[in-house]
């Protein structure tokens, strides 16, 4: 038979998946795959149940039913001061990685260089490379997650499409700081590139940080588009509803994409993620707040028991170096060891590098419930001293 596509025929299985697969046979604390053990807002579900049963459920608007755009347009505004016209600068989508699809589908030719920030999530590089993209690395780097920004101004060309940016960062837990941010800005600028931002995790910041998008800064927001989702920001993952904001001109072939791609999103779930953007701040600040606490809880315990812990500013995601631990092997032989030994799920670090990936960093998800964390830490206790002891003796 004539050969299938090579950028997805023989792709492994994505690590999420592995490790939860590998949790689930060895009854393991799972604290690998990104998703809360609990549901989120129960007033914002009971508005998505009311709407299913109401209806209508035929196909709503392509780009995405009004109250819910007009929504996310509010929340740029409220929370960014940004100015953005809901009729024609908003799209909604059915979670943000098809967003993240659409924008290369509609952006990118075959050739165009885009610019990757490594550690990255695991979908931009086959996506990239399926679009005929062809990626160019730059990293930040642990233990400070700080961008190497001489690196990063010598991966802008003449042949630069676009940058695709995680802020804040999965997995890395790292915010962009002003500096950081405003010369990436300066960049586009000068190369005449496209900015594609993935902020998912845009309310979920700790230690009083600020989420900044980059569409705010000089020059940027005509050549930007945000990427958004309920999934983050209301608990549901698998609602799967995201939204694209962007220029007019941008959003046009982006929602081109769109059309043939999913074309629309499930109606009752639009109408609830319209009602939960309109939630007092206290929603936001707590979330934020009770998520910093689940943070400093599994950090510190974490710590006790050997871990370097590295600085999370935001997200779900606290990584660790694993060196101080003393254990033989790289991050995915060490993980694999920690799911069928002590019975906790990680995910290794090196699963978001290209190539070349410090072998020696594990994940830890801590969106989970603290009697949940709590019996992760007992059992990683139960696990190491046993190893510790025998080292010392």
């Not at 979670?95 to 920030?117: F, K, N, Q, R």
């Not at 594609?196 to 020059?219: A, N, Q, T």
């Not at 945000?226 to 982006?254: E, H, N, Q």
């Amino acid at each position: 038979m004539k050969p299938t596509n090579l950028v997805f025929t023989g792709l492994e299985t994505t690590i999420f998946e592995t490790m939860s697969r590998l949790a689930n046979e060895h009854g393991a604390v799972n604290l690998g795959q990104g998703f809360p053990d609990v549901d989120g807002p129960e007033d914002v579900r009971r508005v998505a149940a009311e709407a299913f049963i109401s209806g209508p459920n035929q196909y709503p608007p392509m780009l995405g039913l009004p109250e819910l755009r007009q929504a996310v347009a509010d929340s740029a505004s409220r929370f960014y001061g940004l100015d953005v016209d809901w009729k024609s600068e908003v799209m909604v989508t059915s979670g943000a990685t098809e967003a993240l699809a659409d924008c290369l589908l509609a952006l990118m030719e075959p050739g165009d260089e885009v610019i990757l920030i490594e550690p990255l999530y695991d979908c931009y590089l086959p996506m990239v490379r399926r679009t005929g993209g062809i990626p160019v690395r730059v990293r930040v780097t642990p233990p400070t997650w700080s961008l190497d920004l001489e690196a990063l101004e010598k991966a802008f060309t003449e042949n630069t499409k676009a940058i695709l940016i995680n802020n804040p960062m999965n997995p890395a837990g790292k915010v962009f700081t002003e500096a950081e941010l405003a010369r990436i800005a300066e960049l586009c600028v000068e190369y005449d590139v496209f900015a594609i931002c993935d902020e998912v995790y845009e309310h979920l910041l700790f230690d009083g940080v600020k989420h900044r998008p980059l569409m705010s800064f000089p020059g940027m927001r005509e050549r930007t588009v945000r990427i958004g989702s309920a999934g983050k920001t209301f608990s549901f993952t698998g609602w799967k509803v995201g939204y694209v904001t962007g220029a007019a001109k941008l959003l046009d072939p982006i929602a081109k994409a769109h059309q043939y791609v999913t074309f629309t999103t499930p109606p009752g779930l639009q109408k609830a993620v319209a009602y939960g953007l309109q939630k007092d701040d206290s929603y936001f600040t707590g979330l934020a707040a009770d998520l910093q606490a689940k943070r400093d809880f599994f950090a510190a315990g974490l710590e006790e028991l050997g871990f370097g812990v590295l600085p999370c500013e935001g997200t779900y995601f606290l990584t660790c170096d694993v060196a101080p631990l003393g254990i033989k092997g790289t991050d995915v032989d060490i993980c694999r060891r920690m799911v069928t030994e002590a019975g906790v799920a990680a995910v290794p670090v090196s699963a978001f590098y290209i190539t070349d990936a410090p072998p020696n960093y594990v994940r830890f998800c801590f969106c989970k419930r603290d009697e949940v964390l709590s019996e992760a830490l007992d059992r990683l206790r139960a696990w190491l001293l046993p190893m510790k002891a025998a080292s010392n003796g």
